[in-house]
């Protein structure tokens, strides 16, 4: 459901979906960018993306997306490799970054809910849910090794001529391929064994 359909319809949980998903989406693009400066790159902290203003990561036509059919993204954190010390190993790191961050959200807003008292449960209380299923989600679509996502430019650090050679024919078109997949139903066993897999590693199964 796109989140212009959910507005509509419950305005609350529109609100209460809409918070934690942008809060979400800006915080895995800053912990590329500042993992990226802390290893030589400065180039998202001079273009001002180190930053939890919203309006400086959203794509218009990204948010488009995420309002008519529910599946959106911001603008990528601009990261220059080459200025990576060591390369190689920032190009894991910084890959890596957004995705830790989405766990560790996660994994801290699962351990904010276990201590919560049920008799102080309350609509405060689903939007912290939603925190952990929206980085539990955010993680493991990025896990996925297919161009631009995370998951590709982890393979291509770790066994880089093996995977440049994918990663070149499937570079240009594999965002299409990305939303083909998703919208067939072909992701999703593959979305959920991952969120299965983040699932035990920070204590929800």
Excluded: C
């Amino acid at each position: 459901m796109g989140l212009l359909k959910l507005l509509t319809q419950d305005p609350l949980a529109f609100v209460l979906l809409v918070i934690p998903l942008l809060f979400s989406v800006i915080i895995h693009e800053v912990a590329h960018g500042w993992v990226a400066f802390r290893m030589g790159d400065s180039t998202a902290k001079d273009m001002g993306r180190l930053t939890l203003n919203p309006l400086k990561h959203l794509d218009p036509f990204g948010t488009l997306m995420l309002f008519l059919v529910g599946f959106g993204w911001a603008k990528p954190v601009p990261v220059n490799f080459y200025n990576l010390h060591p390369r190689r190993k920032g190009l894991i790191l910084v890959s890596s970054a957004g995705i830790a961050a989405n766990i560790l959200l996660a994994f801290l807003f699962e351990m904010l809910l276990k201590v919560i008292p049920l008799r102080y449960a309350g609509t405060w209380v689903i939007a912290i849910y939603f925190m952990v299923q929206i980085n539990i989600t955010l993680a493991a679509l990025n896990l996925i090794p297919i161009p631009p996502l995370d998951g590709s430019k982890i393979l291509l650090g770790i066994f880089p001529n093996q995977t440049s050679r994918i990663y070149g024919l499937l570079g240009q078109n594999g965002f299409i391929i990305i939303l083909l997949l998703l919208f067939t139903g072909i992701l999703t066993p593959v979305i959920t064994f991952i969120r299965h897999l983040i699932e035990l590693l920070i204590g929800i199964r």
